[in-house]
């Protein structure tokens, strides 16, 4: 059973910066796709962050472009995302997820979309104060 757990949310100032972790049990975590995805209270689950299996394609949101980085520690089985200049509209519930599709069978159009990805974490919530 693949397990996916998130820690590091926290309230936050505007402008201060958190690092998200998320521990991948159960499976082999060097074979997913991992995601970082949010959702505000009343709002949809958007796309925030994807990094591929090695680690060296990453993807962003535009709204987080240039703030926050994704990255993968495989020995380790953890994504992180750090996440910079951070903003009141960064308020969310923070998921990661994994998806297991093979790198022969994938298809760019999965990064962004949360029904693509095969498990998720229970969330970690980062709240930015103004």
């Known amino acids: 059973q693949v397990q996916l757990v998130e820690s590091g949310g926290a309230l936050v100032q505007a402008g201060g910066s958190l690092r998200l972790s998320c521990v991948v049990s159960g499976g082999r975590f060097s074979n997913y796709v991992m995601g970082w995805f949010r959702q505000a209270l009343g709002k949809e689950r958007e796309f925030v962050a994807a990094?591929?299996?090695?680690?060296?394609?990453?993807y962003y949101a535009d709204s987080v472009k240039g703030r926050f980085t994704i990255s993968r520690d495989n020995a380790k089985n953890t994504v992180y995302l750090q996440m910079n200049s951070l903003k009141p509209e960064d308020t969310a519930v923070h998921y990661c997820a994994a998806d297991r599709t093979s790198s022969l069978d994938y298809s760019d159009y999965r990064l962004r979309t949360p029904v693509a990805y095969d498990y998720w974490g229970q969330g970690t919530q980062v709240t930015v104060s103004s």
């Open positions: 990094i591929k299996w090695s680690g060296d394609n990453k």
